[in-house]
Structures are given as structure tokens and as C-alpha cells.
């Protein structure tokens, strides 16, 4: 069974730094693409970014420039740098997952529980 554990999460003052991490486990095979969708409050889960196999990346309209995603394909793992954070960053947090190939499921979609990030102003 494949789980994705996402770590990092904090409350941090706008203007400010916070990496996060996931981590995907289980037996798996391949992944095809990795990111992170957040969700603030009241609010619709949204795309932050997703980097595919490859090292390609896309990211949402309001972090392009602030935020840089990255993976390591050998660890199965997924990382978001996140600068210049502003207050209406606060939200959860969310690791994901697509087309992942494992023992004994393929799974299309995984993922995390969310970690919380606070941006204070």
C-alpha cells in the first residue's frame, strides 16, 4: 500500500521561508508525476505545483516565482521551497502522487494528509 507522508508544515512570519517534503513508501516501481495542492480555509484544494518523471514542473498563478518544486526519482520523494511566503499562503498543505506504479496496486491518484502552513502578516 503506498502512502505519501508530507513533513514541514509552520507557521512563519509573511516574507519568510518554509521548505516542505514528502515522501512517498511502499513498494513502488515508478511515479509519474509528484506535487503539492494546498487548500486554505473556505476555500477550493488548489494546484501549488507538480514536477513529472522527467523534471518537468508546472505550478499555480499565484506562486510561480516564489516557490520551486523538486523531486528525487531514487527516493521517492517530492520538495517545495517556498519564499517570500505571504499571509495568503496560510492554508493545508497537501502531497500528491499520479500513475503510481506499485505491488501490489497502480494506483492513478495518492495522497497525503496535509500539513499545515500559517503565513502571519
Known amino acids: 500500500q503506498v502512502q505519501l507522508v508530507e513533513s514541514g508544515g509552520d507557521s512563519v512570519q509573511a516574507g519568510g521561508s518554509l521548505a516542505l517534503s514528502c515522501a512517498a513508501s511502499?513498494?513502488?516501481?515508478?511515479?509519474?508525476?509528484m506535487g503539492w495542492y494546498r487548500q486554505a480555509p473556505g476555500k477550493q484544494r488548489e494546484l501549488v505545483a507538480m514536477?513529472?518523471?522527467?523534471?518537468?514542473?508546472t505550478y499555480g498563478d499565484s506562486v510561480k516565482g516564489r516557490f520551486a518544486v523538486s523531486r528525487d526519482n531514487a527516493k521517492n520523494t517530492v520538495s517545495l521551497q517556498m519564499n517570500n511566503l505571504k499571509p495568503e499562503d496560510t492554508a493545508v498543505y497537501y502531497c500528491?502522487?499520479?500513475?503510481?506504479?506499485?505491488?501490489?496496486?497502480?494506483?492513478?491518484?495518492?495522497w497525503g494528509r496535509g500539513t499545515r502552513v500559517t503565513v502571519e502578516s
Open positions: 500528491t502522487a499520479n500513475d503510481v506504479i506499485s505491488r501490489p496496486h497502480r494506483y492513478l491518484e495518492a
Open positions: 511502499g513498494t513502488i516501481f515508478s511515479i509519474r508525476d
Open positions: 514536477v513529472g518523471s522527467g523534471g518537468n514542473t
